[in-house]
Every structure is written in C-alpha cells, then in structure tokens.
C-alpha cells in the first residue's frame, strides 16, 4: 500500500531572479502576477465570508440584534460582571463578547461598564499577560479609551519573574496616568521603586479604594520610592503589604477600612494616630517596631472601630507585638474580634476588652501551646464577654484539644455567653471536638445553638453515626471540609447508614 504523499505544497522560487537582463525571467513574472491575484482573490473572499458570517450570525441570533441596545448592553454587562472578572474567568471578559461577530463588537466597543474593571499583568497565568509588550500596552489604551467617564477599578498585578524589565512597567504607568482623574479602586503590586512613578495629573483624582502592595517574591528594592500624586487622594479604604508608611503620601483623616501586612508596631500605631474615623482594621505579620514613630505611651482611643484582625504578629523573646498593641488602644465599640495564630495574653487581654466587652458580638481565635499557654483561663476570658453571639475557635495542635472539655463543662451554666447564637469548631480529627459538639447539644438551653465543625474528609463510623442521628432530630449541625458539605456526602455514599455497614472501600 503507497504511502500518501505529504510535500510541502508551498511553490518554491528564487528569492530574486535576475536571468533576463537583471529583470525576473518571463515564467517568474507570471508566477508573481498570478501569486498576487491569489492574494487579492483571499482577500475579497474574505469580505464575502466575513459578510455571510455576520448575516449568519443575524439569521442564528435572534435575540441580542432584536433588542434595543441598551437592552443588549445590560445582557452584556450581565455576562461579564466585574466579580467574575476579577476571579480570571477567561470566558467573562468582554473581548471574548466582540469576537463573535461585527454587531456584537460594536455594541460591546460602545459598552463603557463592560471596560471599566480591568486586570492588568504580565505573569504567565494573567488574563492578558502577553510576551509582546507592545501588544499589552496596545491592549491596555484601547481598553482604558472604551471605559468613557467611568470610574476606574484595575488591578495592576506584578509578573512572578522580572523578565520584562523596567520599559513596560514605565509604559504602562504612563498610560494609566493619563486615567488618573478616574482612578476609583485602584490595586497596585509591583516592585516599590516604580511606586513614584503613579503620580497622576493635576486634575484632582477621586480615589477611595487604593492597594500598595510590594512582592514578596523578589528581594525587596534598596531604595524604594514613594507614592505621591500631583493631586493628592483622599482614600477611604487603604490596603499595604511591605510598604512602609513614610512611603505613602495620602490624605488619611478620612480612612474608614485599613489593612497592613510586614511593617512594624510603630508604624501602625501611627496610621492609627492619623486615621480616627476607622471602622475596621487589620494588622498582618507585624513586627517589632522600626523605631521611626515613637510607641504611645497611653492608650489610643478610637470610637468608630467596630472590627479588629490580629493574625500572625510576630512574637520575639524581648517584645511581644500581640501585647504592644493590646496595652496602646482603646476600642469601645468594637464587635467584631478576630485573633489567629498569633499569642494571647490573658492579663493584657482582660485589660484590654475592659473597653468594649459589654459590645462585642463575634470572637474568632486560636488555641494551642504556641497561642495560649493555659487553655484553663479562657473560659474565665470568655464569661467577661457576656454579649457573644458567635464564637469561633480554632484549634492548631493537638494540645489545645483539651480546651474542649472545658467548654463543655462551662457550657452548662446558663450565665455562660447567655447571647451565644453560632459556634463554629475547627482543629485536627479528635475525640474531644466531637464529644463537646454532642454534650452541647444534650444541654437543654443550648439545643438552638447552630454549631458548625470543620474537619478532615474522615470521620470514625461512630461519631459519624451519631453526627446523622442529631441530624435527623433537627439540630442545626454542618460538618464542612473546605466548601464540602460532609453530612449530606456521607448520606449519599452510605445511604443506609443506620441498618447497614460502612462501605469497605472508606476504611
């Protein structure tokens, strides 16, 4: 059997032939004649497909050209929200709406709510990431120019290796800049010695949301420099991540919404100085303090903040970040406290929800040698916060399982957290949890507490039986691991739990 040819069906010719007195020889000039009646016989095809496919597409789409365009636009507008963009969805970009035919594109073009939430990387993975560079910047002002009046909401995101050098990240501020009056929700993480070149225009700004955020991955610049517009905005939330606070020229009086990573004690004391009207505040990865703003020696009052985060403050053996910040301010309105992987210091503690504990209503925190030396105490801790509707506690080692049977046993006073709604139990796969989850829910006046539990994906064929047995009874019981809801996984792997045994291939 011959094998079917497979050449390469491209005519080959000399580059240039010279055979007739320097001129290309008769064959070669025909050749090259009919080569371009072939190209401008592609290209008038092309119009003609181009053509049919746009009626194609009128005759197969009955709807979106039937509707007004405002109409049309709102469907748009729904198919590629900014949520969804944000979550790198490739289909819910709007450049994936103009592809489809003529009409689409103009109406998508002519959509500014379609442009003005924008993501803006290099890495690999980023939506529009590109290696052309020229096409990125191409991309980014024709996106930015369909965005009209609108206010702007981008995320500039920084590439995981520096492979593009400093030409693009300059390009593409310049471009932004041009867009500065606009800025409204504006996150930035690059490397800090381009923060300077985010200076905007003098035609005001109105900036409310803004993301400083150096990355972690590179080694920090020597010299970074600072963020200063020409028009200096007036943020209401305010995010940094390794940008230290001399490096930030805002207006801060009206800040309501702060969260800082990787900077030290000092510096967030003086952010909080600066930012009285503050409603929630979180502080991530502090550190001991950078000796460039002095430490208060009283407490800081702030009478707005309503939610406090403390996670991961770093604990040296001369200075304890978690006790600093508890022994310098003063929250009376706070409600909402959540505490994770970092100490808790049960006498700075005490002192400090002197201010606010006939307020607070959500506490989440970590148990375990590294975060609370005697779990004993928190009980006592926690009879001092009367008004807790939901509580969660988180246990990190094997140690902190013992805090369990103690809240049992505390739980059976009716005096103890009287408004308690919710409890919400995470920690490693252990005996104790559960006991506690079924001794509460055999105390009568806690019988209408929702509790939820999460877990590992395996449960002890005893626990788990009695875990579907106070399901079925009614209890508001959810065991969860990740976003998996393990009750109603097990029911439907093991249909006949009560009558029949635990399929062997769970063992």
């Not at 800025?183 to 409310?208: A, E, K, T, V």
């Not at 539990?453 to 990740?482: A, H, P, R």
């Amino acid at each position: 059997m011959s094998t079917p040819c497979r050449c390469n069906t491209k005519v080959l010719r000399p580059k240039r032939c010279l055979i007739s007195d320097g001129n290309p020889c008769s064959a070669c000039t025909h050749d090259m004649e009919l080569q371009k009646e072939i190209e401008e016989f592609e290209i008038r095809t092309e119009k003609r497909r181009r053509a049919l496919r746009t009626a194609m597409n009128e005759s197969h789409d009955p709807f979106i050209h039937k509707f007004p365009p405002e109409i049309a636009s709102h469907i748009f507008i729904q198919y590629a929200p900014p949520s969804a963009f944000f979550d790198k969805d490739e289909k819910s970009t709007p450049l994936y709406l103009g592809a489809v035919c003529q009409k689409w594109r103009q109406l998508a073009w002519g959509t500014p709510q379609l442009w003005s939430s924008s993501i803006i990387g290099f890495h690999a993975n980023g939506q529009y990431s590109t290696s052309n560079g020229s096409d990125l910047l191409q991309l980014v002002t024709e996106w930015l120019d369909r965005t009209a009046s609108l206010p702007l909401t981008i995320r500039f995101d920084h590439p995981v290796q520096e492979v593009h050098g400093d030409g693009v990240y300059h390009d593409v501020i310049n471009i932004l800049n041009k867009h500065s009056a606009k800025w409204y929700d504006m996150h930035f993480d690059l490397p800090g010695r381009h923060l300077h070149r985010l200076y905007g225009s003098s035609q005001g700004n109105i900036l409310r949301r803004l993301a400083l955020c150096y990355p972690l991955l590179w080694n920090q610049d020597s010299d970074p420099s600072t963020f200063s517009m020409k028009s200096k905005p007036n943020p209401t939330e305010l995010t940094l991540v390794a940008v230290r606070l001399p490096r930030v020229d805002i207006t801060w009086h009206n800040l309501t919404v702060a969260s800082v990573d990787y900077i030290g004690v000092d510096e967030c004391f003086e952010l909080i100085r600066r930012a009285p009207l503050l409603e929630n505040l979180s502080l991530r990865r502090i550190y001991s303090s950078s000796s460039i703003f002095p430490i208060p020696n009283t407490r800081i009052v702030l009478p707005h903040l309503h939610s406090l985060e403390l996670s991961e403050l770093a604990r040296i053996a001369e200075t304890n970040v978690v006790t600093k910040i508890l022994d310098s301010v003063c929250l009376p309105s706070l409600k909402q406290w959540i505490h994770d992987r970092s100490s808790l210091p049960l006498d700075n503690v005490i002192k400090f929800i002197e201010c606010f504990s006939s307020r607070l209503r959500t506490f989440k925190t970590g148990i375990g040698d590294r975060y609370l030396r005697d779990e004993n105490r928190l009980p006592a801790l926690l009879h001092l916060l009367s008004s807790l509707e939901f509580l969660e506690l988180r246990s990190y080692e094997r140690s902190g399982e013992k805090f369990f049977n103690v809240l049992c046993a505390s739980a059976q006073s009716p005096l103890f957290l009287p408004q308690l709604q919710s409890l919400e139990l995470a920690g490693q796969r252990s005996r104790p949890m559960w006991e506690c989850v079924f001794q509460i829910f055999a105390i009568s006046h806690r019988q209408s507490l929702r509790v939820k539990v999460n877990s590992g994906d395996y449960i002890e064929d005893e626990t788990l039986k009695q875990l579907l047995e106070l399901d079925d009874k009614g209890f508001d019981l959810s065991i969860v691991n990740g976003k998996i809801d393990l009750l109603q996984k097990y029911r439907e792997d093991w249909p006949d739990w009560a009558t029949s045994p635990r399929p062997s291939v769970w063992a």
